[in-house]
């Protein structure tokens, strides 16, 4: 983070000096350390105002701190999903996709009688015929995309929502040629 968030960090030559006011600039240090730093195993960076937006004012001085640990990219969904809860399971799911690379928006925990975790469940759309189109068993929170009908150009669209229902049919990119004798 940085800013000031204690009176004690980092007073070196400021022993006589008070200042009556903490702050910090948290969310933004942490979007452009990820920036700078992730998945590198070590990184510089310029702390200046420019770059973190001076949250003290410049009669302030400011530090930065940082905490940080790796984690395998690969294994972080299980670690995380393992404090999954029945009532937060799509949370759980959608706050690993936002925080890290890994791709689990797929797997929902799986619970025994004894409310024990027991493994992941894969959840899917079913497979479906819909107005002459073969929709394909489908992951959860993906989209799935098919040629248009005959004499029509683009794909019709579909997602697959988190409580594994399909979406409604998107044909808004199908451009259609209209045959003059038609009309």
Excluded at 38 to 62: A, V
Excluded at 65 to 93: A, G, P, V, W
Excluded at 158 to 177: D, G, I, M, P, V
Aim: aromatic fraction near 10%; charge should be positive; hydrophobic fraction near 25%.
């Amino acid at each position: 983070m940085y800013g000031r968030t204690s009176q004690r960090i980092c007073n070196n030559n400021l022993t006589y000096r008070f200042f009556d006011k903490t702050c910090a600039n948290i969310e933004q240090s942490k979007y452009q350390t990820k920036l700078r730093c992730h998945e590198r195993s070590s990184c510089q960076i310029l702390i200046d105002n420019n770059l973190f937006t001076d949250p003290c004012g410049l009669n302030i001085p400011k530090h930065f701190e940082i905490h940080y640990r790796c984690i395998d990219k690969k294994q972080i969904c299980t670690k995380l999903f393992l404090n999954c809860s029945k009532s937060s399971d799509l949370k759980c799911i959608q706050q690993v996709q936002d925080e890290f690379s890994c791709q689990c928006p797929t797997t929902i925990c799986q619970y025994n009688n004894n409310n024990q975790i027991i493994g992941f469940a894969k959840k899917h759309c079913p497979e479906e015929q819909l107005q002459g189109f073969h929709w394909p068993k489908t992951a959860i929170n993906k989209s799935q995309y098919l040629p248009c009908p005959s004499l029509c150009t683009g794909q019709v669209f579909r997602y697959c929502n988190f409580n594994s229902q399909w979406s409604k049919a998107n044909y808004t990119n199908c451009e259609c040629l209209i045959n003059q004798s038609d009309q």
